[in-house]
């Protein structure tokens, strides 16, 4: 595995110091109790990120359980080795794509995926591939975000960069925002029983005032148009969307949190 610059890193601790407690963490325990995980299972945590998922895991399946966790992304998983509890029960860390896992065959009882699905090249061949490592009966559970136009921060924040750079920098996350796209794509890697469920959340940011800095910093781990800014750009463009998104800032602003309507599509199958 390559080892990961020091840009990369920093973008990948202000992902799980900033993004994950606020945005992540909730929804990660919202996807557990939609896949109904039980002590004892074999469960495999793709696009891992920075762990959250998999740790909330490790506690869900415990000593008498294993869990697995895979990101394509050497940034993300030496964060997420760093943030792992001491004393909670081991994760097996794997550096890889969801496009050709490297498990065999039957190796688990459930796969999960936050928010990983909208940004694999070939969305049936990652479903394809965790229908395969899953032993007869096992299930998927995923988490992907709603259109855009669902999610009401990200999509003046998009608005307000597309104003700036004349690209919609923010889009690639909603990109699989229909919930009969998700069960076309699952049915097509094989899958039965699929069911898609939308569900929303209150997502409260510390912080206002440094959001944009924080989040454009952070989601350069995940999102590629970001990635491939400098962090002096994505430093001068969060400055910029500070100050032209100011007033809807302060309007959505109460007790000192930025308070944001988060929509997502959770989906299962076997």
């Known amino acids: ?141 995923l988490a992907v975000h709603q259109a855009i136009e669902h999610n009401p921060l990200f999509f003046r924040l998009n608005q307000a960069g597309r104003a700036r750079m004349g690209v919609d920098v923010f889009a690639s996350p909603f990109a699989l925002g229909g919930a009969d796209a998700l069960e076309h794509l699952l049915v097509a890697a094989g899958f039965v029983d699929v069911e898609v469920e939308a569900q929303t959340c209150t997502v409260r940011y510390p912080e206002p005032e440094h959001f944009f800095a924080f989040t454009l910093q952070g989601a350069a781990a995940a999102t590629p148009n970001l990635a491939a800014m400098t962090e002096e750009q994505r430093q001068h463009l969060g400055e910029q969307l500070q100050h032209d998104l100011a007033d809807w800032i302060a309007a959505h602003t109460e007790h000192g949190e930025l308070v944001d309507e988060m929509a997502v599509h959770l989906v299962r199958g076997r």
């Open 1 to 141: 595995m390559t080892q990961p610059s020091d840009e990369a890193l920093r973008a990948a601790q202000t992902y799980e110091r900033y993004m994950v407690p606020h945005k992540f963490a909730p929804w990660a325990a919202a996807l557990l109790d939609f896949a109904s995980l039980q002590e004892g299972e074999r469960v495999l945590d793709v696009a891992c990120g920075t762990g959250i998922v998999a740790r909330q895991v490790a506690v869900r399946v415990g000593a008498s359980g294993a869990i697995s966790a895979l990101d394509v992304n050497p940034a993300m998983l030496a964060v997420a080795r760093e943030t792992a509890a001491p004393h909670a029960p081991v994760i097996d860390w794997q550096h890889g794509s969801a496009q050709s896992l490297p498990f065999a065959d039957d190796s688990f009882t459930a796969v999960l995926c936050q928010q990983g699905l909208q940004f694999f090249p070939d969305p049936v061949g990652a479903l394809s591939e965790m229908r395969r490592v899953l032993e007869p009966g096992g299930r998927v559970a």
